[in-house]
């Protein structure tokens, strides 16, 4: 009864929105999964129950699944049911960190280290930096977590002028950063498909071979400098990236 009453309260509609009840009841049920109501494996009443508890025909349930099957948030099992994947979809037009992009959807970030250490830029940690060879950089690698599940493997490098001392990150690196007034103002991201290395599987608590999302981002300040180089592995299986685009054609 108290799973009942709590899919009740939290998927309850509004029949005088403008609207439609199935996007509705699909907005409702993604807030449950992004705001941790739901989690990864949680079963979703079945479809006659979701009808009975909205007060929707079934016709308008099934189209509101529809679109979250579509968008990779629920899974569909023949003769089990419906469950949460756990997916996470992050826009490619907002530039955030991990930690701020997880605590906005109502996940707690974490960290396990790897390596905090200084080193000397090589040439294409260099030219990725804009600076020249040889210069001093500090190197961050670890496995970025979302409810202490492992989500990718992040190395981000930046110099040593503007952070002195690895172990000032201890969460957000991009935190720490603006606390020394350095604030990245817009970044370039580059995406490609790739399989996970063996130890890049172990880590991420994948079976091989297992598809990964590599990505590259160099963030930059005001003035056009680089601030930091940042490329991460992630989980294939768990996120996605998603991109609006918007028409250069003014007329309708």
């Given at each position: 009864m108290e799973h009942h009453a709590r899919f009740e309260e939290a998927l309850r509609l509004d029949p005088a929105s403008h609207m439609p009840l199935y996007l509705q009841l699909e907005a409702r049920l993604r807030q449950m999964i992004e705001s941790s109501q739901l989690r990864r494996g949680d079963a979703i009443p079945a479809e006659r129950e979701l009808a009975s508890m909205t007060g929707v025909s079934r016709v308008t349930v099934r189209k509101a699944m529809a679109k979250l099957v579509?968008?990779?948030?629920?899974?569909?099992?023949?003769?089990?049911?419906?469950?949460?994947?756990?997916?996470?979809?992050?826009?490619?037009?907002?530039?955030?960190?991990?930690?701020?992009?997880?605590?906005?959807?109502?996940?707690?970030?974490?960290?396990?280290?790897?390596?905090?250490?200084?080193?000397?830029?090589?040439?294409?940690?260099?030219?990725?930096?804009?600076?020249?060879p040889g210069t001093r950089i500090i190197r961050l690698k670890r496995i970025r977590t979302a409810n202490n599940e492992p989500m990718a493997v992040e190395t981000a490098i930046v110099t040593a002028r503007d952070l002195p001392d690895p172990y000032l990150v201890q969460d957000s690196f991009y935190a720490v950063l603006r606390a020394r007034g350095l604030v990245a103002v817009r970044a370039l991201q580059r995406l490609r498909a790739g399989l996970a290395t063996q130890q890049e599987a172990l880590w991420l608590h994948l079976k091989q071979p297992a598809p990964i999302l590599q990505i590259e981002r160099r963030a930059f300040l005001a003035d056009g400098r680089v601030l930091e180089v940042t490329y991460s592995s992630y989980r294939a299986d768990m996120y996605d990236f998603v991109v609006e685009l918007r028409s250069s054609d003014p007329t309708p």
């Amino acid at each position: 009864m108290e799973h009942h009453a709590r899919f009740e309260e939290a998927l309850r509609l509004d029949p005088a929105s403008h609207m439609p009840l199935y996007l509705q009841l699909e907005a409702r049920l993604r807030q449950m999964i992004e705001s941790s109501q739901l989690r990864r494996g949680d079963a979703i009443p079945a479809e006659r129950e979701l009808a009975s508890m909205t007060g929707v025909s079934r016709v308008t349930v099934r189209k509101a699944m529809a679109k979250l099957v579509h968008e990779g948030l629920v899974i569909q099992k023949t003769g089990a049911g419906t469950f949460v994947s756990g997916r996470f979809s992050q826009p490619l037009s907002e530039l955030s960190g991990f930690s701020q992009d997880m605590r906005a959807r109502g996940f707690t970030p974490g960290s396990h280290w790897l390596d905090r250490q200084h080193a000397t830029a090589g040439p294409d940690e260099a030219m990725a930096l804009g600076v020249a060879p040889g210069t001093r950089i500090i190197r961050l690698k670890r496995i970025r977590t979302a409810n202490n599940e492992p989500m990718a493997v992040e190395t981000a490098i930046v110099t040593a002028r503007d952070l002195p001392d690895p172990y000032l990150v201890q969460d957000s690196f991009y935190a720490v950063l603006r606390a020394r007034g350095l604030v990245a103002v817009r970044a370039l991201q580059r995406l490609r498909a790739g399989l996970a290395t063996q130890q890049e599987a172990l880590w991420l608590h994948l079976k091989q071979p297992a598809p990964i999302l590599q990505i590259e981002r160099r963030a930059f300040l005001a003035d056009g400098r680089v601030l930091e180089v940042t490329y991460s592995s992630y989980r294939a299986d768990m996120y996605d990236f998603v991109v609006e685009l918007r028409s250069s054609d003014p007329t309708p």
